[in-house]
């Protein structure tokens, strides 16, 4: 689900009648055949909006809830939760606080950015109000699995992003933070939330997240040392 | 065809030079990789016409070498059969194959093989036997030949042996299991060429594609997962990436 061509087209009027294809492409950083391509067939990703309203020093937010199925987008866009922010925090910065909190010395920032590696996941299970994957299946008429192959490869559309959030009760520009078509700033989010609620989270919810990062990377390691014994096989007998 | 026969005998040579310190070691147990390329090269270099005829003749030009032929294919299969099934960790496969099933079968296949050979008329050097094709018994002889390889061969390439080899981390390791399928595919409907030969033009052109094509892409796959062995490069072991 991206934005209706038409809509875009309108939307894209009323900042410069008769903005030509090749402006909205230069202003989306885009290449004018992708951008073209994209209106034809009726679809424009979120993510070119959000480029050309930055391009012009607009506010990606707002340009995006003047669109019929965001419209109300910035009254849900709210400050995010605690849990939020720290379940976007790399395991290697919550591990990094736990042995701080041993006795070790402290680091001035987080050493991992926006995303990495299973962000979208860890965003998806702590804003979970239960069988969340299940709503957004029936929501987008995809099977759970296909979310799952999504989360794989840490993506998710912005509009199941912003369904996921709404569902939870959670910050709606959260979902398009997490998502990587906003930078935390144009989500709301506060500058440097991130290493704040590390810094402040109890030393249960801390664990509890290292905890949850855990059983991910045990999951990772598993299927690669299932691999590995799949190699030594193949080498043992046929090699 | 013997450009194929030809590169496919030289690979399996290498392949076998590559292993002889192992089979220097004395007390180890029978390295069934080296006997099976071995068997292999026999095989294919007894399907180039020269070499059949002379062979055979030192064997009283009587088409001894072209059982000997089969019974080598059968060999190679039977040990292919388990260190495929093995090396894929085809459980269900490896125990028909190593079990009394197969025995069984492997047995009356190579009886019934050696009968239908002494039962036909061969009484010269005829390469692959095509000019006894009129009798029902080498017609025989020949489909039986290629069903035994046929049969194994699709033991091995159930859907799981495709899953396994396509989830194996390192590329080249991962190619060579993929050509090693495709080798053993190409073997299963042999058989059903082989019967359509007598009948069909294309048929015998269809059989040789099958066959040595398949023998072909197994021998690429064995060269290539030994280079990858060598090549050592193991999967990434940065599970904590990011």
Redesign the interface.
């Known amino acids: 689900m991206s934005i209706p061509s038409k809509d875009f087209r309108q939307w894209a009027d009323s900042l410069d009648s008769g903005m030509s294809v090749s402006r909205m492409s230069e202003l989306a950083g885009l290449n004018r055949a992708t951008l073209h391509g994209q209106i034809f067939r009726g679809q424009v990703a979120e993510k070119v909006v959000v480029n050309m309203a930055r391009s012009l020093e607009m506010d990606p937010l707002g340009a995006l809830s003047s669109f019929e199925q965001y419209s109300e987008l910035l009254d849900e866009t709210m400050a995010p939760s605690r849990a939020e922010l720290l379940s976007q925090v ?3 910065d919550l591990f990094g606080e736990l042995i701080r909190r041993s006795g070790s010395p402290e680091a001035a920032a987080l050493a ?1 950015d926006l995303p ?2 299973d962000s979208v996941r860890s965003w998806l299970d702590t804003i979970d109000p239960g069988k969340i994957r299940y709503f957004l299946a029936e929501q987008a008429g995809i099977t759970e699995a296909a979310i799952s192959g999504q989360l794989a490869l840490n993506r998710m559309t912005p509009a199941l992003a912003v369904a996921a959030a709404r569902h939870a009760g959670v910050s709606s520009g959260s979902g398009l933070v997490v998502t990587g078509v906003l930078t935390e700033e144009e989500g709301r989010w506060p500058p440097g939330g991130r290493l704040a609620a590390l810094r402040s989270a109890s030393a249960v919810s801390l664990i509890d997240v290292s905890a949850y990062w855990l059983t991910l ?1 045990r999951r ?2 598993l299927a ?1 040392s299932k ?2 014994d ?2 030594e ?7 | 065809m013997t450009v194929v026969v030809l590169s496919s005998v030289g690979l399996l040579l290498l392949l076998i030079l590559t292993r002889l310190s192992k089979i220097r070691v004395p007390g180890k147990r029978l390295d069934l990789i080296a006997v099976a390329a071995a068997c292999l090269i026999c095989v294919m270099l007894l399907a180039i016409p020269t070499v059949y005829v002379t062979t055979d003749h030192l064997l009283g030009g009587r088409n001894i070498a072209n059982l000997v032929s089969h019974l080598l294919l059968y060999v190679v299969f039977w040990i292919v059969g388990v260190q495929v099934a093995s090396a894929l960790v085809l459980t269900r496969a490896r125990s028909l194959i190593v079990g009394p099933v197969n025995r069984t079968a492997t047995a009356a296949v190579t009886g019934a093989t050696i009968w239908l050979f002494f039962a036909s008329f061969l009484p010269t050097s005829s390469m692959g036997i095509l000019e006894y094709q009129d009798q029902w018994t080498v017609q025989a002889y020949l489909v039986l030949g290629r069903l035994y390889p046929a049969i194994i061969s699709g033991l091995l390439v159930v859907p799981r042996s495709w899953k396994t080899a396509l989830s194996v981390p390192l590329p080249l390791l991962r190619a060579s299991s993929l050509l090693t399928l495709w080798g053993l595919t190409l073997v299963v409907p042999s058989p059903i060429f082989e019967a359509m030969k007598p009948y069909v033009m294309w048929a015998a052109t269809a059989e040789d594609v099958c066959a040595y094509g398949g023998a072909a892409l197994v021998a690429v796959g064995s060269a290539l997962t030994w280079l990858s062995r060598r090549a050592e490069n193991r999967p990434d072991e940065t599970v904590f990436r990011g």
């Open positions: 790399h395991f290697k991992v990495f590696e990377l990772r390691a690669a691999d590995q799949v190699v096989s193949i080498w043992e007998h046929l090699g």
